[in-house]
């Protein structure tokens, strides 16, 4: 069964700094990956998806890896503000469940300091 | 706003009672999902369908039922609520399956089951 590791569960930074999440999977058998934020007491908003044929997706301050070969992706955020305070989770598919199943992490809890 | 609509926001059960949770989207969604949310679990599957009339199970299928008559609305239904169904509830679509593409979220459904 696929199990996603999101290292670390917890994340305080000063405001301007670039910092980086990280996603793992225990199959790296991944075909797609979706990055999301959730704000307390909110859904989900996907940030950055990166399709089978694609290594990583750039939007903004925010760009997203995916190393295939290890399972890993990582989310960098540049220049970090206060308003980047949220909850971080990573979500993949696998080939062998088509794409209608996605596994998602338990994500990161990131604070930016201003 | 287009968007996937969920309520109620908030329910409060007893057990062995039975209550349906609501999600519509006005976006044309084929794909359309229920996800549960529980604390240090990340979010697990419960129900997907992939267009109208097609429903398949997820990863806690057990003690909900679906159904998918149109393409807008997918309403989850707890047959008799359990304790352990008390949970933060979410509805997801995206135009195609939910691996290589946007996933749209609702902004969740508090169950307390008492």
């Known amino acids: 069964k696929q199990e996603v590791t999101q290292i670390p569960a917890a994340l305080s930074v000063p405001e301007g700094e670039n910092l980086v999440l990280n996603c793992s999977f225990t199959?790296?058998?991944?075909?797609?990956l979706q990055w999301f934020r959730q704000d307390p007491g909110k859904g989900l908003t996907s940030l950055l998806l990166?399709?089978?044929?694609?290594r990583e997706q750039t939007s903004g301050r925010l760009n997203a890896s995916l190393d295939k070969s290890s399972g890993r992706s990582t989310l960098y955020i540049a220049a970090s503000q206060p308003g980047d305070s949220a909850t971080y989770l990573c979500?993949?598919?696998?080939?062998?469940?088509?794409?209608?199943?996605?596994?998602f992490g338990t994500g990161t809890r990131l604070t930016i300091i201003p | 706003n287009a968007g996937v609509t969920q309520t109620p926001k908030f329910q409060v059960l007893k057990t062995g009672q039975s209550m349906t949770l609501q999600c519509a989207q006005d976006?044309?969604?084929?794909?359309m999902s229920w996800y549960r949310q529980d604390p240090g679990m990340g979010l697990r599957l419960i129900h997907y369908s992939v267009g109208a009339g097609i429903t398949d199970q997820g990863e806690v299928p057990n003690g909900y039922n679906v159904s998918r008559s149109t393409t807008e609305d997918f309403p989850l239904r707890l047959l008799s609520a359990a304790p352990s169904q008390t949970s933060v509830y979410f509805c997801?679509?995206?135009?195609?399956?939910?691996?290589?593409?946007?996933?749209?979220f609702g902004a969740g459904s508090r169950l307390t089951v008492l």
């Open positions: 997801a679509s995206s135009s195609g399956g939910a691996g290589a593409n946007v996933l749209t």
């Open positions: 976006m044309n969604h084929e794909y």
């Open positions: 979500a993949g598919d696998e080939r062998n469940f088509g794409n209608e199943k996605l596994t």
């Open positions: 199959d790296s058998a991944i075909y797609n």
């Open positions: 990166i399709q089978s044929s694609q």
